[in-house]
Every structure is written in structure tokens, then in C-alpha cells.
């Protein structure tokens, strides 16, 4: 089978579980902002960009590193195995500190009115990190299926119970947020320890070892693409008077989903692409960079439709006026969704040549300019400012990486026409809301540019097709 149509099928695939269902957690976005206000659920936001954080912590590189050693391993299972054991020790270690520790923790993070938060959350986190691997025994195994049907299964979950505890069950709170999300993380748990059964054998000390010194730069480069990513809420919180931070972070966060379709398609190509890079290491370079052709035209037509059509989806999505007025830092984000996706391809040079530490300095890289002009922007522009800092951020480690790649790994990117794409689309999208075009003119906008981008990718799209 042609491996580019091999990847998209499994990004497809990877996106019925993940995308489905991050979608309907989209669709519980109006019921918040209905149901809670803007401080209420601006503590919603706080925690789950937290969790980012955390997770990163709890998995410490190992699901990548896990993917680098698969490869070659005489025994698979020794891997998992092995992998496995250290997050089970390290997930140990990680409740046991939060439960002893929980009045100081609770303090610092301005919850002394609601530990138990903390108390939900550290139960979220650990059912996940022990998920981790063996999610990603089932995408190596090339088990697509049972990975989607997992995944699905436990955003069901989540949404079924928020529906039922917000709705049917008055009173609750923001806890009915947390309670879902805990039980759903569970039934993940629980779904996937027939692929535990990986655990079997001795262990192999200096296999552990090799992928914690494959994995630790992975750490640092995704605790600095968690500041990338969403640190921008903790300056929120910690910047703005303490009357205005959780009201902001609310309506930051609310609108912030609005980018959800572009990150969406990023994070379920990553699934599918990140086996998919190793894999063709030693083969044509070239095939990077018509996964990259057939990657911007889908994420350029998907910025697209959302910057045509966000004052529509802006009203069904928002229904409480009152976060609506945060609606002009969405084109903002999508066009930094853009950036990161861009990054996620170009990650291919330092991951295939085990320049992991690459990766964690162009984090770092981002990770520098985010905090500088959050500091900076943050007390004059609030969220604003945040939006135009992430921008910056992403498209400043895209070039960096762009550059730095040429040197160990290059490939012959289409830059000219790519790049002539995204800003064909950026400007034809801000034209036509300045004008404020009606919607029979975007949706015929939206044709012509889907018609162009399918003609000049017709030669991959029929390769993909026919083989």
C-alpha cells in the first residue's frame, strides 16, 4: 500500500476517536458558558491547562521513546514492559505526594476553598499516564480500531455523565465537570488491561535506561511546549487583579475552543504520523515533503471555513454574550494552530536521527519568547495579548526548526507553494470579514478554494487513491 494513503488512513482512523470525540467535548462548551459563569468556568480552564503540565511530568518522553525502541527490539514486550513499570513507580510516587502534600498545593494554586478539586484531578491524571503506553502498544500493533473504540468509549462516557450530573442533577457545580472526566479516565483504565498482559518477564535495567536518556529531552521539550501551549492561562491568573483573573480566563478559555478543528486534525495526524516517521527513516526523503503538500492544504482549507464562518459559529458556540466579546483573538489562534502544525511536521529531522535534544531546545526556544511576551503584553493587552504571544511563539520554533533541520536531515520541502497557500487563505478570509461578506459568498469562497487546493494536489491524491 502506497504509505502516504497508509498514514492518512490511519490518521482517519486515529480521528474517529479523537476527533469525534473532542468535538462533542466542543459541543459541552455552550452548556458551560450557560450553565457557569465566566469566573466559575474560567476555573475549568485553569485546571485543565494544569493537567497539560502535569501530564507531561507523568509520561516524562517515555510513550516517544517507547515508539524509538519498538522498532528494532528482538521483543517487543520488553519494551512495554519495561516502559510500563517506570510510569506505574513514578504514577506511585505522584498521588502519594499530592495527598500528603495537598493543604501547600491547594495554597499555591489559589484552591484552599476547594481542595477536593486538586483531589479529583490527581485521580484524572493517573488513570491517564498508566493509559499512555498502552495506547500506544495498540497504534504500533497498527490496531487503529480498538484504539478508536476506546477512545470514543471514554469521551461517551464523559459527555454522558456531564450531561446527566449538570442537567438532571442541579446543583453540582463545576465538580460535575471533574467527576465526569474522572470516571471516564477509569473506564480507559480498565478497557486497557488486557494489554497489560505486556508486563510479563524480567525486566531489562539498561533498556531503562536507554529510553530515559532518549525520553528526558522529550521531557523538557514538552514541559516547554506545555508553556507554549498553556501557560498563557496561568499568567492570565497570576498578571491580572485577582477581580478580573478567573472572569478573563473564562472567556480566554471559551474562545480559545474555537481553534479546536485545527488542533484537532494536528493532534490526530500526530498518532499516525509519529510510527509513520519512524518507519521511513531510511527510505525517500521526498515522501516527507508530500505528506507535508497533502497536510497544508488540509489544515490551510480548514483555517479557512472557520475564519468564514466564525461569526456564525461564534453565536451557536457562545450563547452567553458576555464571552463573546473575547471572539476577535480566534483568528489569531487559528493561524497559530497553523504554525504548530507545520511544527508537528518538521519535528520529523531530530526524532528520526535521535536529536531528541534538538527538539527540547527549540522548545525551550518557544518556551522563552511565550513567557517574555506574556509578561510583556498580558498587562497591557490582556488575553489578547496571550493570543499574539502564542502566535509568535509558534511561528518563531517553526522557523527555527525549518532552518536547523536543513542541516541534519534535509528535506525538500515545497516552502513556495505551501507557505503561498496559507497566506493566500489568511487574506482572503480577513477580506471577506472586513467586508462583512454574506454566507452564500464565503460558502462559494470555501468551493473555489477546496477545488483549487484538490487540483494542485490532484498528482498525490491519485497516487494515495490508486495504489
Known sequence: MNPIRKLFEQTAIYGIGHMVGRILNFALVPLYVSQFSPEEYGKV?????????AM????????????????DADEPNAVFRTGMRSLIATTAVFLAVVMLGLEPIARVLQYTDHPEYLLFFAGILAFDALSALPLALLRAKGKAGRFAWIKLSNIGINVGLNLVLILGFKGWGIDAIFIANLVASGWMFLLLLPEWKGLRGPG???????MIQY????????????VNEVADRQFLKYLLPDEEAFRNLGIYGANYKLAIFITLFIQAFRYGAEPFFFAQAKGDKQIYARVMDVF??????????LRLFLNELGSWFIPNEVYREGLHIVPILLLANVGLGLLTNLSVWYKVTDRTRAGATIALFGAVITIGLNLWWIPLWGYTGAAWAT?????????????W???????PY??????????????????????????????????????????????????????
Open 45 to 53: 480552564t485553569d485546571l485543565y491547562a494544569l493537567v497539560v503540565f
Open 56 to 71: 507531561v511530568f507523568l509520561t516524562y518522553g517515555m510513550e516517544t521513546a517507547f515508539f524509538r525502541y519498538i522498532q
Open 204 to 210: 531489562d535495567p539498561i533498556l531503562w535506561k536507554k
Open 215 to 226: 525520553g528526558w529531552p522529550i521531557l523538557f521539550a514538552g514541559l516547554a511546549g506545555a
Open 296 to 305: 497544508v492544504a488540509f489544515v490551510a482549507l480548514i483555517y479557512l471555513g
Open 391 to 403: 502566535l509568535v511563539s509558534y511561528g518563531s520554533m517553526t522557523l527555527l526548526s525549518y532552518f
Open 405 to 411: 533541520g536543513r542541516k541534519h536531515f534535509a528535506i
Open 414 to 467: 515545497h516552502w513556495i507553494k505551501n507557505l503561498g497557500s496559507i497566506a493566500a487563505v489568511v487574506v482572503v478570509a480577513e477580506g471577506a470579514s472586513r467586508m462583512e461578506a454574506p454566507a452564500p459568498l464565503n460558502t462559494l469562497i470555501f468551493i473555489i478554494f477546496a477545488g483549487v487546493f484538490v487540483f494542485m494536489e490532484k498528482s498525490h491524491l491519485e497516487s494515495v487513491r490508486n495504489e
